[in-house]
DNA sequence: TATTGTTATACTCTATAACTATA
DNA sequence: TATAGTTATAGAGTATAACAATA
């Protein structure tokens, strides 16, 4: 048992790590206030920037959205002119979706402003402590890949 | 630049802490889908059994969301008969909102099914490698605080 | 008949504005 | 007059169910 007040026992190594990546990554969503993008928008662009051309169910799966949410954003990011619908054409049921060159520079933008607040607060540690995180963000996608 | 479906330069530091904190965090949050409570209400009894009483306010300023939406949080784990308001006895205004035993009980419980998935996970990986994220998670508070 | 995408509709969470009670 | 909490109402995001088009 600890002090009075905090009775429970977070201590273990998974709850550590559980609620250190919980606090980090509500930071980060903090900091993206100043756009105007939902965290969905932007992470479908990211995932056709990275992962180049999806269709409509790909990209539902990927992030684990049902089909008919991930049409709605589709749709408001069609309409902004960040991505395109081209019918597929072996399969005329799919359609392939991708960045226009205005959707990869909206993804550019958006990254950059991002990580600026990182990047600033990983500016204040030593380099031991830098590559201490690096190579815990690799652990951290094998993990999070299970 | 790099190959032709990934044009994007996401390799840097922050960035891939980002998007590894961001895909770790999404796991997680997933891995809950057994239980009802949803990740806002958690939170609040999770910091309530962490820090002790909160008024509403603070809770608000704590979980970074409006009054009113913190009131309907509270609203609904007091129906629940997780936590109970009591008004403040030096400011009436105020109401002093405080954990129940069973509200202690369920953070317990919810805590120990949303880790049980990352254990299994971490008892995969090396005895250094686990260290390595024991210290990344301690870096990853810190930079969230700041 | 199965699969892919889309539309219709409802529910949850959050926000802003307005209101009540107390300082 | 200012502050803490609450209520009223609306908007964003997600889900399930039903539908259309194609394989």
């Known amino acids: ?3 009075p007040h905090t009775p429970a ?3 273990t190594e998974a709850s550590s ?3 250190a990546t919980f606090r980090l990554a509500r930071r980060l969503r903090s900091q993206r206030a100043v756009d105007t993008m939902s965290d ?3 992470a479908v662009l990211a995932a056709l920037n990275v992962h180049g051309a999806h269709t409509l169910g790909e990209l539902a799966d990927r992030e684990r959205v049902t ?3 991930m ?3 589709v749709n408001c990011l069609e309409e902004s002119g960040y991505l395109t619908r081209t019918p ?3 399969d005329r049921r799919k359609v392939n979706i991708a960045l226009t060159d205005e959707g990869r520079a ?3 933008e958006t990254v950059r402003r991002r990580d600026s607040w990182l990047e600033q607060a990983l500016a204040e540690l030593s380099p031991q402590q830098r590559d201490l995180l690096r190579q815990a963000a690799d652990l951290m996608r094998e993990v999070a890949a299970r």
Chains 1, 2 share one sequence.
């Open 17 to 19: 790590l559980r609620m």
């Open 67 to 69: 089909a008919p949410s």
């Open 40 to 42: 969905g928008q932007f």
């Open 71 to 73: 049409n709605r954003t």
């Open 9 to 11: 026992d977070t201590t």
């Open 1 to 3: 048992m600890s002090s």
């Open 88 to 90: 597929d054409e072996t």
């Open 106 to 108: 909206v993804v550019a």
